[in-house]
């Protein structure tokens, strides 16, 4: 039986790393998350935006549009020469509910630099955070 345990374990984690669990329910979580989040694209590593996206995902982005987890995942794996800057992040929670608004400035590659405000909202699933919506608005 322990063999088979420790063959089952080791597979798993050949084939990449789990969701997290047992996160906190705290601001400071949050804000980790949305940092982590802000560095996907430079890092190739989309797999860690598929556990912040809750399946139900949905944004609404900042010319108006609805951008589903599909699409959200498929345009963070496109932008790897950008680069993010967070700032006056605030994060509020409320039991398995939790909101994060801040500012990002977004820069590099071939496009222009974005300044924009978001707020995420989050639920605590499975023991971790899931962004579940969001709205973006850009600003000059």
Do not use: N
């Amino acid at each position: 039986m322990k063999t088979a345990f420790w063959l089952l374990l080791s597979c798993s984690l050949a084939h990449g790393a789990a969701c997290p669990t047992g996160e906190r329910k705290d601001e400071t979580t949050l804000i980790q998350i949305e940092e982590r989040w802000a560095r996907i694209p430079e890092q190739h590593d989309v797999a860690a935006l598929e556990c912040i996206l809750a399946p139900d995902f949905e944004e609404a982005g900042a010319t108006g549009e609805l951008i589903d987890r599909s699409q959200m995942l498929a345009s963070a794996a496109g932008y790897t020469d950008r680069h993010s800057e967070l700032s006056e992040m605030h994060a509020h929670v409320y039991g398995d509910f939790a909101y994060v608004r801040g500012r990002a400035v977004t820069s590099g590659g071939t496009q222009p630099t974005v300044k924009s405000r978001f707020t995420d909202i989050f639920v605590y699933r499975d023991g971790r955070w899931q962004c579940v919506a969001g709205h973006e608005s850009r600003f000059p």
